[in-house]
């Protein structure tokens, strides 16, 4: 069974991970989250993206915590953010480009 909802390396990820390999941390610096333009998608058919296609919200990644295989990303979106449905998410460095990109419901925020 496949996930219905998750995040991905963009290609820019990949190319990052790849450089960074045992020499130096990626450092993901945003949450970015938009809405699609109300159409949602596959986040494998968007991995060449370096930006959400319709970005509405960015907030500060507060600590990123990895064990093993598994990475805990934290990063508190304030209640002031909103009025839109989120269809999409990224990860972002402080490039500004997407390191990952996924998707989410349609949750109205």
């Known amino acids: 069974m496949t996930a219905t909802y998750y995040f991905t390396?963009?290609?820019?990820?990949?190319?990052?991970v790849a450089q960074a390999h045992g020499q130096a941390e990626i450092?993901?610096?945003?949450?970015?989250?938009?809405?699609?333009?109300g159409l949602p998608y596959d986040?494998?058919?968007?991995?060449t993206r370096t930006s959400l296609v319709n970005q509405r919200a960015s907030v500060p990644?507060?600590?990123?915590?990895?064990?093993g295989s598994i990475a805990r990303v934290t990063a508190t979106i304030d209640?002031?953010?909103?009025?839109?449905?989120?269809?999409?998410?990224?990860?972002?460095d402080s490039t500004g480009k997407l390191v990952y990109i996924g998707n989410?419901?349609?949750g109205f925020k």
């Open 43 to 47: 986040p494998i058919s968007k991995k």
């Open 104 to 106: 989410y419901h349609g």
């Open 79 to 92: 209640l002031s953010i909103g009025g839109f449905n989120i269809h999409e998410l990224g990860l972002t």
């Open 61 to 67: 990644v507060q600590s990123v915590v990895v064990n």
């Open 9 to 16: 390396l963009t290609d820019y990820g990949s190319e990052r």
């Open 27 to 37: 450092i993901l610096v945003n949450l970015v989250l938009g809405d699609a333009n």
